[in-house]
């Protein structure tokens, strides 16, 4: 018997406990699973079936019949899958049963489990089944999943799991024995998806994210749509007119294409966003398009809000918002699990924020800012490089002859320098209310961090040469939850320093000189 690093037991067949984890029932997956897996396996496996149906072909010069026994073989993987997988629930634990020949058991108590989500890709959603991936607090192979359960067993199944409620002896087959039988518990809706948000992609990064990976995605197959005269037509056309011409057409034909790529990835992401509050305590978010996610997060556990503000969403009106909380894997985190609104109205994030916060100071609270030498160093850093930018470019012209238009490109970064830095500086500042420490930096990706006080484990004071000769430092916030650290930036040191004795007298004390 082994400790597992995600906080559970790994138990090997044959050891001294196996006998007694037996005493319970042990459940199979849904057989519906064997229908996932006809489709899952060959897509899995698919190099490898390729080499050995066609390379294998070219290399021999036969046809044997050896060959396509891949495919079936391919199929029985996924058959011996479903019937060496099981798992049952009794006694506190929850434990999953996998292998053939080195057959595993991995055990996690409930009150571990930090994260429950379910998720429907379309051909479990065809078929009515759910995964389920369990995060327990463990910093290795932190994830327990179990594909694939009913819909309704998967849901019931998070309810238990999330809320630590008592599970009886035969698993998720009955309600928890708070509910009464047949009436699904109260919640509260935060909030719903307003199709009219989707105007909000195009100026977010994640819309032009999406857009890039949507349009590599077609453009596999649209050259191969596409007729090669088609395209070198196209291309033959571009020089029967004026540069400008061309150069404004392009644009626009990038434009549309980005803000449609961009408006897809956001319904594929954010279809059927909903935000609802359990009386169990915790937060509830359903998504997706095709693909169904549904995740839940204890509010005992958040530590804090991400309010975030990049340029496009500031310009016209929006921003998005995002939890802070322990027990959630960098995995889940870049899967959007903790996505609490999705780019959408101000308002709306404001509302939603302070319906979880409870502190209105620290959402709209002004910030103390970081004085004169922080607006010298915002400066600094966005005119040397633009200046750099223009010397590189104007020496060779003048030298070299290269063309004037070179030069005037170089000179263009110049003119966003009182812009650039103007509004670094504005998104500088700190705040300290009762309850939260609010940092805030950035221009083109601006955030506005909220911490609960007693989620701060630690600080870090550091400055670089340029920063002590002006006087600032970086105030790190070390915390358990969310990125595990945040940033007031080019604060002045004595600010940085007391900020930090404020919120922690008792551990600043001993490095302070009196």
Request: hydrophobic share 45%; charged share 20%.
């Amino acid at each position: 018997m082994t400790d597992d690093p995600a906080g559970g037991t790994e138990v090997t067949e044959g050891g001294p406990a196996l006998a007694d984890l037996d005493t319970d029932r042990w459940r199979r997956l849904d057989p519906r699973m064997l229908l996932v897996h006809l489709v899952q396996e060959p897509i899995r496996f698919l190099p490898v079936l390729v080499g050995v149906l066609f390379l294998g072909r070219s290399a021999n010069g036969g046809d044997e019949a050896w060959r396509y026994l891949a495919i079936p073989a391919v199929l029985v993987v996924g058959v011996l899958r479903y019937l060496t997988t099981s798992y049952r629930i009794g006694n506190g634990q929850i434990e999953l049963r996998k292998g053939l020949l080195n057959k595993q058991i991995l055990a996690t108590p409930a009150d571990r489990v930090r994260t429950v989500d379910v998720t429907s890709p379309p051909i479990h959603r065809i078929l009515g089944l759910a995964k389920v991936e369990l995060g327990t607090a463990g910093a290795g192979h932190d994830r327990i999943v179990l594909d694939s359960l009913r819909v309704a067993d998967a849901r019931r199944l998070r309810e238990e799991l999330i809320h630590l409620r008592s599970m009886t002896h035969s698993g998720v087959d009955k309600a928890p024995v708070d509910s009464p039988p047949g009436e699904k518990p109260l919640e509260t809706t935060l909030l719903r998806l307003d199709p009219r948000w989707v105007r909000y992609a195009p100026v977010t990064m994640t819309g032009v994210v999406s857009a890039l990976a949507l349009f590599g995605f077609a453009n596999q197959y649209l050259t191969r749509l596409l007729e090669r005269e088609v395209v070198e037509d196209a291309v033959g056309r571009i020089g029967d007119y004026p540069w400008w011409v061309d150069s404004l057409v392009g644009f626009v034909a990038v434009a549309l294409l980005v803000t449609v790529l961009a408006v897809i990835g956001y319904a594929l992401q954010f279809w059927g966003f909903r935000l609802t509050r359990h009386p169990g305590g915790t937060l509830h978010v359903t998504r997706g398009l095709f693909t169904s996610r549904e995740s839940s997060i204890e509010e005992k556990r958040i530590r804090g809000l991400e309010v975030g503000e990049p340029l496009g969403l500031r310009l016209v009106g929006g921003g998005r918002l995002q939890v802070v909380t322990t027990g959630v894997s960098r995995h889940e985190d870049r899967r959007g699990t903790t996505w609490l609104v999705p780019p959408a109205p101000r308002a709306v994030v404001e509302g939603v924020a302070a319906a979880v916060l409870h502190d209105e100071e620290a959402l709209n609270g002004p910030l103390t800012p970081h004085g004169a030498s922080a607006r010298r160093r915002r400066w600094v850093r966005a005119l040397v490089p633009s200046l750099l930018v223009l010397l590189v470019v104007l020496v060779p012209t003048v030298a070299f002859h290269w063309p004037v238009g070179l030069s005037v490109a170089a000179f263009t970064p110049l003119l966003a320098v009182p812009f650039l830095a103007g509004d670094r500086y504005a998104g500088l500042g700190h705040r300290l209310t009762p309850t939260h420490l609010v940092v805030r930096s950035g221009s083109l990706v601006r955030r506005r961090d909220i911490l609960q006080r007693t989620g701060i484990i630690g600080w870090t004071v550091s400055s670089t040469w340029f920063q002590r000769r002006a006087g600032l430092s970086h105030l790190v916030a070390t915390t358990a939850a969310g990125k595990q650290h945040y940033t007031a930036y080019d604060i002045p040191v004595g600010a940085a320093v007391a900020l930090a004795h404020e919120v922690d007298p008792d551990l600043l004390d001993q490095f302070l000189a009196r």
